[in-house]
């Protein structure tokens, strides 16, 4: 089993890349069954999710258009919390089915925000698509994604995108932490 240090932890190999393949496939293909008519707008979540989508898209079937967004969350600054978009959205999504693209739904903060900001945007449908998602911390329950590759327990991850203060985000694998140095 591989191990990496980073930022003075030990992570080992956790979800191979042959897994990841594997466990994204039956997510795409519901996906390709549930859009079958539509072509959707998949909005892909900066910078974690890039991998991932690139997954996910090119085992998508239909026409489609994909874009991408980077938002940053903030609790606490109002009563509802709120999103800022580092890059806005580049297109009119008026009357688009989307698919949100993130790596992993934690809080649900940053997903909750973000499907209330498409649909003020006029978006006909919003659903979401996670890599990964942490039940036990889902604080809304509208962030609870409608297609994850994997339910995960309270654990830090990383690699495929999840980055360790923007390290390891070329990994091929995902990691867990192994023990604390
Ligand atoms: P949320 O808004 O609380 O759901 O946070 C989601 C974001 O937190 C993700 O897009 C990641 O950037 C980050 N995050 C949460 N858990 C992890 C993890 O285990 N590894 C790396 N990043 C994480």
């Known amino acids: 089993m591989r191990t990496i240090e980073e930022q003075g932890h030990i992570f080992e190999e956790w979800i191979t890349p042959a897994q990841i393949a594997a466990e994204i496939q039956p997510v795409a293909d519901r996906i390709n069954e549930d859009y079958k008519t539509k072509s959707p707008l998949f909005v892909v979540v900066l910078n974690g999710a890039f991998i991932f989508a690139a997954d996910l898209v090119r085992r998508f079937n239909g026409r489609c258009k994909i874009t991408f967004v980077r938002v940053k969350s903030y609790e606490g600054m ?35 925000h973000l499907k209330q900001y498409l649909l003020d945007q006029g978006a006909a449908s919003v659903r979401v698509a996670a890599l990964l998602c942490k039940p036990d911390k889902l604080q809304f329950a509208d962030a609870e994604p409608d297609y994850v590759v994997r339910r995960i327990t309270n654990e830090f991850v990383i690699g495929y995108g999840l980055d360790l203060e923007g390290f390891t985000r070329n990994l091929d694998a995902i990691y867990k932490i192994k023990e604390q140095s």
């Open 78 to 112: 109002t009563s509802t919390g709120e999103i800022r978009f580092i890059v806005p959205l580049q297109q009119n999504i008026e009357g688009r089915d989307i698919i949100v693209v993130e790596d992993i739904v934690d809080t649900g903060l940053t997903i909750h």
